[in-house]
């Protein structure tokens, strides 16, 4: 017998119950069903915040200066003064395997004006580098050049949200505004980024050449910025890179052994740490319900597969008659349970997907429906018919033709 | 010889006690008889039918069905036995309820690759019209009278072209007039060359049969001229 006509046989043992073919499945369909929805809903939440991570930069690391100790009065985090442009520089020529791109970063602020329009906003000086380390593209405009870095020209280009209020309806390329009462001409203006994984607004910064920054509105002699920003080419990379950064500082700082390092780094792993252990938990809570709810519903199509055997005994007698071998019938009813159970597989696959696009327009959630979760959903509510299925078709397969032909 | 029996026993134990269901039984039928196999119950004529026809296996003894002996067989092996080599006909019919009279007959290609499916269907038609259904294709056993459930059942035992019919008192199930019927139906069947065996107890219905065995007590009393002892008795 082929496996066509053997699932032809099936199909139609299933639909000649129809109800009982459903309440059967039912089990099935519900786990199957609250898995799929659960997982596109925790997918939809985990892609989310990542997207939110990867807004920040590529494979990002950030050094901070460490804290300032003078005379035993010990300043906090970012309060020395020791980390500098050239630390960057000598990060990305010493570490070109590993790193992409190295921006430094001084931040200052003010009110900006242009017009009758003004505009308290932070002001970032950053290098050329900036917008590969933030994978962050241009919206219009030019992002300034190595010739404005290197003579600290007074240009600048604005986020969004600057450009929405101090030009409404302007196009700002070109235009001039006042910074501290000091002119800055606008090269362009960055692509809407939103707001970052802690709420707050990307859009609303001005962008300057950091020589500028540092000459201009910190008319500072020193030499020191606030952060290095460091992406790296891939974020496996990171551990080996947070190594190799700190051994290149610390040679740079000329610091001994035994002292600790007047820098920190921080980098994206930690928080995608968090969110992957906390996937990891929902996974395992998610994985355990799921097959307490399978469980039951595999034993529901046991239970209904032994009463369909002992009822269809005189057709297994008959099919052995005819020339049915053990295996025959051993195959027969594997089938019916994996079509059973397969059919509430897909049934609870297309309620999953249902019940989370619902959910998701209510609670305007985003939803990740993956092709590998309905795959696997697919293929473990088969295998779910095989293994249930597989101890009632044994028992139709050991019938004896004799006492199911009489049976009454 | 079509079917050759030797010396075959069945025995039955239960705890201290046993039972010969057949106690040495030898017996031959050739390709295109009609042998009736009568008896009270318990003379072991059932146990004889299920040896026959494959879905039993004998303590000991040989048996020959066309050339093959079949009696050390596996249950695989014997289920490829009745798909090719006979065809049943049982007392209750046994046809697949819900199940249309098309479908009832192909069943037996079912197990059995060799044919297509649209020779399947074509075949099967072809034989419903031989037992006079070619109407009712698509008729279900409970669409249809006993008599004609039992043609159904008649058309599949041909299915597969066997050499052998086995038939288990069938007419037991059925009016005088759809008994005749069945019984004029097996005569043309025999005509046409295909040998039957069947068990019966009812006396016109063994007087279709050109041969009569009665058996008592797991052996076969009267193989030959059995018609005139029984008319004597």
């Known amino acids: ?408 | 010889m079509l079917i050759d029996i030797r010396n075959m026993f069945k025995i039955y134990r239960m705890g201290d006690t046993s039972v010969n269901a057949l106690d040495g039984v030898s017996l031959t039928i050739a390709a295109g008889e009609f042998v009736a196999i009568m008896g009270a119950s318990g003379s072991g004529k059932s146990t004889m039918l299920n040896i026959l026809g494959c879905l039993d296996t004998p303590t000991t003894g040989s048996y020959l069905l066309d050339g093959i002996e079949v009696s050390g067989m596996s249950r695989a092996q014997r289920a490829r036995i009745r798909n090719q080599k006979l065809g049943f006909v049982f007392q209750n019919f046994n046809l697949l309820s819900r199940t249309n009279a098309l479908e009832n007959v192909e069943l037996p290609t079912y197990y059995d690759g060799k044919i297509s499916g649209r020779n399947r269907k074509k075949r099967a038609a072809d034989l419903l019209e031989r037992v006079g259904l070619g109407s009712r294709l698509d008729h279900t056993p409970a669409q249809l009278s006993g008599g004609q459930q039992q043609r159904v059942a008649i058309a599949r035992a041909l299915m597969n072209n066997p050499p052998v019919i086995l038939a288990d008192e069938p007419t037991g199930n059925l009016d005088s007039h759809s008994s005749t019927e069945i019984m004029a139906l097996f005569t043309q069947l025999n005509r046409d060359g295909i040998t039957i065996v069947m068990v019966t107890h009812e006396e016109d219905i063994a007087a279709f049969a050109k041969r009569r065995i009665v058996m008592r007590d797991g052996l076969i009393v009267t193989a030959h001229e059995a018609i005139k002892e029984d008319t004597a008795r």
Not at chain 1, 47 to 70: C, D, E, K, R
Not at chain 1, 74 to 93: F, K, M, P, V, Y
Not at chain 1, 185 to 198: A, D, F, I, Q, T
């Open chain 1, 1 to 408: 017998m082929n496996l066509w006509m053997i699932f032809k046989v099936a199909l139609r043992a299933i639909s000649r119950n129809k109800t009982r073919s459903l309440l059967t499945a039912l089990g099935i369909i519900v786990g199957i069903a609250a898995v799929i929805a659960v997982v596109a809903i925790g997918q939809g939440a985990q892609t989310m915040m990542m997207t939110q991570i990867n807004s920040m930069g590529n494979n990002l690391i950030m050094v901070f200066p460490g804290s300032q100790n003078q005379g035993g009065v010990r300043g906090g985090t970012g309060s020395g003064q020791n980390l500098t442009a050239e630390d960057g520089e000598a990060i990305a020529r010493d570490l070109q395997h590993l790193v992409r791109a190295v921006t430094p970063l001084i931040r200052s602020g003010g009110q900006a004006i242009y017009q009758e329009n003004n505009w308290s906003t932070q002001i970032q000086g950053v290098s050329i580098e900036f917008p590969e380390v933030r994978n962050w593209e241009m919206a219009s405009g030019t992002f300034f050049t190595a010739a404005d870095q290197r003579a600290g020209s007074r240009v600048c280009i604005i986020g969004q949200t600057v450009a929405d209020n101090l030009f409404p309806g302007d196009d700002p390329t070109g235009k001039s505004l006042r910074i501290r009462n000091m002119p800055f001409r606008v090269l362009g203006v960055m692509v809407r980024k939103g707001s970052n994984s802690m709420g707050s607004d990307q859009d609303d910064t001005i962008i300057a050449p950091f020589t500028t920054v540092r000459r201009v509105l910190q008319n500072t002699i020193f030499n020191n910025v606030n952060m290095l920003l460091i992406s790296l080419y891939s974020l496996d990379d990171i551990p080996v890179a947070k190594e190799e950064i700190s051994k290149l500082l610390r040679q740079r700082h000329k610091l001994s052994n035994n002292t600790d390092n007047d820098f920190t780094t921080i980098d994206m792993t930690e928080i995608t740490n968090t969110i992957g252990s906390i996937t990891k938990l929902m996974t395992i809570l998610l994985t355990t319900v799921a097959s307490i709810s399978l469980l039951v519903g595999g034993i529901g199509i046991m239970n209904i597969m032994l009463v369909s055997v002992t009822e269809r005994t005189r057709e297994i007698g008959l099919r052995m008659a005819v020339g049915a071998t053990p295996s025959d019938i051993l195959l027969q009813f594997i089938t019916e349970a994996m079509t059973l159970s397969t059919v509430g597989g897909l049934i609870g696959v297309a309620l999953g997907i249902f019940g989370a696009r619902t959910v998701g327009q209510i609670q305007e959630w985003p939803i990740l429906v993956t092709e590998s979760s309905v795959v696997v959903a697919f293929l473990f509510s088969a295998a779910i018919g095989v293994f249930f299925g597989f101890y009632p078709a044994l028992r139709a397969s050991r019938l004896n033709p004799i006492d199911c032909l009489r049976y009454e």
